[in-house]
């Protein structure tokens, strides 16, 4: 048959990868599939991940479908549907969350198809991150990674179960990896619409989720150094990616100080950093929910403090602000205890703790799938390391996530948009034993 050159499939150096497709090359496909395409297995592998996510959410029935994930999140996009804005608690809290996910819900909602109507919206996007696992891969390595990578996408435990769930998890996984696959297009000619573009997917990732504020900056210095040949390509990438970003975000933030009084990206980031930063921050986390360091950082206020809390209640702004600089004083109390602090919740996600824990065997089982995972990974990465500028996106992207979970804090499913990034670089590994084999 001769060789078939995968599209787009790319090595560090930016050379087409070419697959061998001889009849004597099978043992390059095990387990049967020697002489299917890889693209055509992959998009087995795309069909396969949507039914296993929906067949499990359909399984467990609606009532289990509305007690996973948050409520709130419900609450907004009634709000929404009704007329009263992206607002909770009788308008006294209207920037809390961002708006991206309520604004997803609320047409499911509106048509009386919330179940399973959403749950299968949000099946399909996690199936679709397999394809683009699988580009991602073939464009940084081969079509054998690509292949890994899709496989480990399509069947990952964790996102099987949480995908379709009530939760913005599945759509801020499937808008960064976007992201990251559109940026990585902008090495070679950095083109303005696949800059644009990357900006628009990022800047919805960031009006989904307060986590990945400082995505943006590094996705934007790590274009002056990667989008592009020329010092003038990347200049102009770095701009428009920017440019999206500065506009649908700048229009958030004018509509919140027009609804709220102050140009905020959201009013909960104060509170979330005073209870990753008090004496209860680490009460019961990793091993148990955060929300019940949130309970008990409320229930240990002194008589001051919930005086001073209890004035600033239905502003939340001011409530805001005033947790921020509880929080600013008690790192600046304790220097040493929040660097180890820190330290313990990066380690969490680097060492794959499930957080919450919940049983042994889920715990025990998302250790034995995830930390080979999270090791070839960084095998993966470290091999690449001469080839440092074409992967230099990975680094920004950890880095800023890191950065964010010591300031805060991370659960396993804060941490669930690395994952494609993982199988990727596990892919990378793997391949060289399916070479082979």
């Not at 499939?9 to 090359?25: I, K, M, P, T, Y």
């Not at 995908?163 to 808008?175: A, E, M, P, R, S």
Request: one cysteine or more; proline letters at 4%; hydrophobic letters at 55%.
């Amino acid at each position: 048959m001769g060789r078939v050159t995968v599209p787009g499939a790319a090595s560090a150096g930016g050379r087409d990868v070419e697959l061998s497709a001889r009849a004597g090359h099978a043992s390059a496909y095990p387990f049967s599939l020697a002489r299917l395409a890889p693209a055509h297995l992959v998009a087995g592998l795309v069909g396969v991940a949507f039914v296993a996510r929906l067949a499990i959410r359909l399984r467990g029935g609606e009532e289990a479908f509305l007690a996973t994930g948050y409520s709130l999140y419900l609450e907004i996009a009634n709000n929404l549907l009704q007329g009263r804005g992206f607002c909770l608690d009788g308008g006294l809290s209207c920037a809390l969350r961002l708006p991206v996910y309520p604004a997803f819900i609320a047409p499911w909602m509106a048509s009386g198809w919330l179940y399973p109507g959403l749950a299968i919206a949000q099946a399909a996007l996690g199936a679709a991150l397999v394809w683009v696992a699988w580009r991602i891969a073939c464009d940084l390595f081969d079509a054998r990674a690509g292949v890994i990578a899709a496989a480990l996408t399509a069947l990952s435990p964790y996102a099987l179960q949480h995908d379709t769930g009530i939760q913005d998890t599945v759509l801020v996984n499937f808008l960064v990896g976007v992201t990251a696959y559109l940026l990585w297009q902008t090495r070679h000619r950095g083109a303005p619409a696949i800059c644009l573009a990357a900006g628009l997917a990022l800047a919805v990732a960031l009006l989904t989720t307060g986590r990945l504020a400082l995505a943006a900056p590094a996705v934007i210095v790590w274009a002056l150094f990667g989008a592009g040949p020329t010092v003038r390509t990347r200049l102009r990438s770095a701009a428009l990616i920017g440019l999206p970003v500065a506009l649908l975000l700048g229009a958030w933030i004018a509509r919140n100080a027009s609804v709220v009084g102050a140009p905020v990206l959201t009013t909960e980031s104060g509170h979330s950093l005073w209870v990753a930063n008090n004496a209860w921050a680490m009460a019961h986390f990793p091993a148990e929910s955060i929300d019940l360091s949130v309970r008990d950082s409320h229930n240990g206020m002194s008589p001051a403090e919930r005086a001073a809390f209890e004035r600033v209640s239905s502003n939340e702004v001011a409530r805001d602000r005033l947790l921020r600089t509880w929080a600013v004083e008690y790192i600046q109390a304790h220097p040493g205890l929040t660097i180890t602090n820190g330290v313990r919740k990066v380690w969490v996600a680097i060492s794959a703790e499930l957080s919450p824990a919940r049983s042994a065997v889920l715990r025990w089982g998302y250790l034995a799938v995830f930390a080979p995972i999270h090791l070839l990974a960084a095998i993966g990465l470290w091999q690449q390391r001469h080839a440092w500028r074409a992967h230099s996106l990975t680094a920004a992207i950890l880095l800023a996530f890191g950065a964010t979970t010591a300031v805060f804090w991370a659960h396993t499913s804060h941490k669930s948009y690395l994952d494609m990034f993982l199988f990727v670089y596990a892919g990378a590994v793997g391949r060289n034993a399916w070479r082979a084999a």
